[in-house]
């Protein structure tokens, strides 16, 4: 196990994050207080995360790298070559492991059924044949996705009736392996979110439940409603990938409520958009605590502070003054360009008494550009 | 009134402020999830707020002003001319009146006096008669302080005996005016801490106990204790003193709770220590307000949200790895070298469950280098 240094002084820790984009930047504002400093790795240069440390090019890997022993990331889906290009005294956590399985729908689902968690019936699509069969023993509508890539709603496509399966095949079929995907007729979307740590120690936060729209997260209602008999069992869920993969660091598990009970989605091998309540509404953000696992430092308490919504800005800004105007409001501003369907920062709020909270979206959902799944 | 631009994008807000210590630090850690970019202009270089903008040289006055037209300060003792040398498109908030009067105690007791806020009694000092009769009128012992500079019991000394009048004189004598402060039997002192928009709104958050060792302060219990009736006055004061200044920003007053009422200690036109446990303990920090009224925009909510205590880290760091295995700490590492009586960074505590506070502060104790008063 990795022992950190106690002193910081002048000569903080440091960490290495591969990506810059928002995760980043958030996981290096909870590093800050540490007394842990993070530089990035990211083929953008203008990014979220340059404003708290240098972002070296891939091209410049053994700038990255310099002195530094401990990595995590942002984003799951950086070539593992990336990681392998790593010395041999480094350690990257998450583990190697965890993002080969949750690179590929493939074996992310096989890793759900040899631990027994339930996940919507699939077939692997590796030709249109495959395909046909796929739609004649899932039933239609079902989804068709990419097995590696693709996020936010990308790189699926829904196959409603029969006539769409050949267009299925000419949109994604170049795109490397498929997995053909049951439609879950599910009532709402909830994820749970936990960290662990060298030690094996775990901590849960209170389940998330999550709003999309257009296949992109649209907000998070913490605690998620009439959740108490559901949350052991996603803790069970979650305990079991933690355990299997020797995890490291934050995991996250989107799961769907269905009226025969949980079913897996996916998982994601880091910080996640629907654990930015976190920093406000929970003793220690899913930030911090990753950090914090990454580094071999003890775990931070999980315990929700207050009940909160997490609202995400999407395209483009809302006058900062109106947001800022309303009471118990968050903002954090990526400092993004503005692009159609683009995360550009997110609003949490949290007023002091919890029973303000319905009033307190209302007053918000004129205030964006675009209200997405709040309207 | 300066109004800010709505949309961040890539062009996020400036803000330039006059020193790089960790208040600079702290407010331009509150400043980045608004989108907002902070410049420092410094003497010192490998100082705290480094990790978040460029400190520039007093020497680069003209880089640290560059296009920007809003300054601020993390410590009120800048020399005045620093501030008369920004261009006269530029703004400063706390405005340079506000300034002028808290680098002088004598202008600020007579500030306290023309607002009727009562203050302990004092008298100005220029030559040893003026001490030697300020001992006679005030009584022994007293303290003879500096009128400019000094902080954290620097530039002081206590009058106990007659004794001890010459030798004062001896020490302070060459440093400017002084002033005489009758010694007062307080039983504990508190601090008000309120910003005030560039709109004249004001917002109060809960008093401060603070508990302080050889002159610095040690730790700061929210909220102050039996203090409902004098929280009023507190805040009248504070009041008072805005709009007189017609401030912007954070100030914050500090007072002694004697048996006759509340005594005007001194007043910090700056984010200050005794407020650090807004960071968790507040809907909105005093440094993200600080930066929400320089900039123009709307002031956040500064509700309490749990009982806290905000203990500091004096002289030598203690083991990282402890501080985070106490539930519910929140650590503020300020990357400073160590030195005797130098403030190195900070711990909040604020557990769920408030009755837990005594036996959490009962638990750090042993694990800091100095536990200061908290012994």
Redesign the interface.
């Known amino acids: 196990m990795f022992n950190?240094v106690?002193?910081?002084?002048?000569a903080?820790l440091q960490l290495g994050i591969f990506g810059a984009g928002q995760l980043g930047r958030m996981l290096a504002?909870a590093a800050?207080?540490?007394?842990i400093?993070c530089v990035f790795l990211d083929a953008v240069n203008?990014s979220p995360a340059a404003?708290?440390?240098p972002v070296f090019s891939p091209d410049d890997m053994h700038a990255f790298v310099g002195q530094r022993r401990l990595f995590t990331l942002e984003f799951e889906n950086i070539p593992l070559s990336s990681i392998d290009a790593l010395p041999e005294a480094a350690t990257i956590f998450p583990p190697r492991a965890a993002l080969a399985i949750t690179q590929n729908r493939l074996l992310e689902k096989s890793t759900f059924d040899a631990l027994n968690i339930p996940v919507a019936p699939y077939r692997a699509v590796h030709c249109l044949t495959d395909l046909q069969n796929a739609a004649d023993q899932l039933g239609l509508p079902m989804v068709l996705k990419t097995a590696t890539g693709g996020y936010d709603g990308k790189g699926q496509y829904v196959v409603k009736t029969a006539h769409d399966i050949a267009r299925a095949w000419e949109t994604l079929g170049t795109h490397g392996p498929l997995i053909a995907e049951g439609f879950i007729h599910f009532e709402r979307e909830v994820s749970v979110i936990a960290v662990r740590a060298q030690t094996g120690d775990i901590r849960y936060w209170e389940l998330a439940q999550n709003h999309h729209h257009q296949g992109i997260l649209s907000h998070s209602v913490v605690p998620a409603p009439n959740i108490e008999t559901l949350t052991p069992i996603a803790q069970q869920y979650m305990q079991q990938l933690l355990e299997h993969l020797n995890y490291v660091g934050v995991l996250t598990l989107e799961l769907f409520v269905t009226p025969e009970g949980l079913l897996a989605n996916e998982m994601a091998p880091r910080v996640h958009n629907s654990g930015h309540w976190t920093i406000e509404g929970a003793?220690c953000s899913q930030f911090e605590n990753h950090i914090?696992a990454v580094m071999g430092?003890?775990l931070?308490?999980t315990?929700?502070?207050?009940p909160c919504v997490m609202v995400n800005i999407i395209g483009q800004?809302p006058?900062?003054?109106d947001i800022?105007?309303l009471?118990?409001?968050?903002?954090?501003?990526y400092?993004?360009?503005?692009r159609p369907g683009r995360k550009l920062?997110h609003i949490t709020l949290?007023?002091?008494k919890s029973e303000e909270l319905p009033a307190l979206i209302k007053q918000l959902i004129p205030l964006l550009p675009d209200a997405l799944a709040l309207k």
Do not use: F, W
């Open positions: 950190p106690s002193c910081t002084a002048m903080p504002q800050l207080p540490l007394g400093r203008q404003a708290l440390g003793v914090r430092l003890p931070g308490e315990d929700l502070i207050k800004y006058k900062r003054e800022l105007a009471p118990a409001a968050h903002l954090h501003d400092e993004k360009e503005e920062g949290m007023p002091p």
